[in-house]
């Protein structure tokens, strides 16, 4: 039995939800276009470094956190071809 692949989006929008924050905001704090943290919620964008690096400062986590989820799902992606 494999495990899911759950694309870090997943966990971010779980964050903004705890935070009343929407995409537009969070990018305009971080300062990212707007579009590339609506893209990671979808899932359609991956998490670079540079955001990750962004996220954790915002976050207060490391960029460790945020590209170890990037990596976990694409190896889980991986897993299940």
Known sequence: MTIPAIHPGEHLA???REL???AA???RQIEV???RITEILNGRCTITGDTALRLA???DTSAEFWLNLQKLYELRIAEEK
């Open 14 to 16: 779980e964050e903004l």
């Open 25 to 27: 905001s969070l990018a």
């Open 33 to 35: 276009p707007a579009n």
């Open 57 to 59: 400062h915002f976050f």
């Open 20 to 22: 009343d924050l929407s």
